[in-house]
T-cell receptor
Framework: DAGVTQSPTHLIKTRGQQVTLRCSPKSGHDTVSWYQQALGQGPQFIFQYYEEEERQRGNFPDRFSGHQFPNYSSELNVNALLLGDSALYLC????????????FGSGTQLSVL | LAKTTQPISMDSYEGQEVNITCSHNNIATNDYITWYQQFPSQGPRFIIQGYKTKVTNEVASLFIPADRKSSTLSLPRVSLSDTAVYYCLVGYSGNTGKLIFGQGTTLQVKP
């Protein structure tokens, strides 16, 4: 049973470019959440997708957008990249139940030059 | 969501028991206490969750006093592979999957 898979594992972009990160949830999970983790900090919630809709959003600008597909996989898009967007981007999946534990992928390390 | 306070770092030696305490003075009635572990370049991994008293699983124990204003994660007989960052989270996540992470406690286990 595959866990949460993310691609790519590493990515290098330049300022102003756009990037798309991908996530496949754990089998049986239909809810995907995205987190940004800067070096030395805890993960910060970006948004969550359920039934192909954004259900809740953290304090991130509109440059951060997402999508969920009918097979529950998800994409995170970031436009007009800034140096400060350099971080580990984590995807977590669940079935959306209260206080349910989340399963995280290993993340995509994004470097913006 | 209640704010948590935990030590920034801790050192221990192999074979010792490690206790990491988290303070959450403003915990609400519906809030649960959850701990995650994170290794470098990996996503956090759920360790344990509790509401009151004591919870134990195959990797850790969680002690919660009656007033629930703090909690202690206990790792028995740590090994080098337990070197990681440990996050204490308090809240009722409902169905949103929104977790609020602090800076966590970096545990360094020495031989």
């Amino acid at each position: 049973d595959a866990g949460v898979t993310q691609s790519p594992t590493h990515l290098i972009k330049t300022r102003g470019q756009q990037v798309t990160l991908r996530c496949s949830p754990k089998s049986g999970h239909d809810t995907v959440s995205w987190y940004q983790q800067a070096l030395g900090q805890g993960p910060q919630f970006i948004f969550q997708y359920y039934e192909e809709e954004e259900r809740q959003r953290g304090n991130f600008p509109d440059r951060f957008s997402g999508h969920q597909f009918p097979n529950y996989s998800s994409e995170l898009n970031v436009n007009a990249l800034l140096l400060g967007d350099s971080a580990l981007y984590l995807c977590a999946s669940s079935t959306g139940q209260p206080n349910e534990k989340l399963f995280f992928g290993s993340g995509t390390q994004l470097s913006v030059l | 969501l209640a704010k948590t306070t935990q030590p920034i770092s801790m050192d221990s030696y192999e074979g010792q028991e490690v206790n990491i305490t988290c303070s959450h003075n403003n915990i609400a009635t519906n809030d649960y206490i959850t701990w995650y572990q994170q290794f470098p370049s990996q996503g956090p991994r759920f360790i344990i969750q509790g509401y009151k008293t004591k919870v134990t699983n195959e990797v850790a124990s969680l002690f919660i006093p009656a007033d629930r204003k703090s909690s202690t994660l206990s790792l028995p007989r740590v090994s080098l592979s337990d070197t990681a960052v440990y996050y204490c989270l308090v809240g009722y996540s409902g169905n949103t999957g929104k977790l609020i992470f602090g800076q966590g406690t970096t545990l360094q286990v020495k031989p």
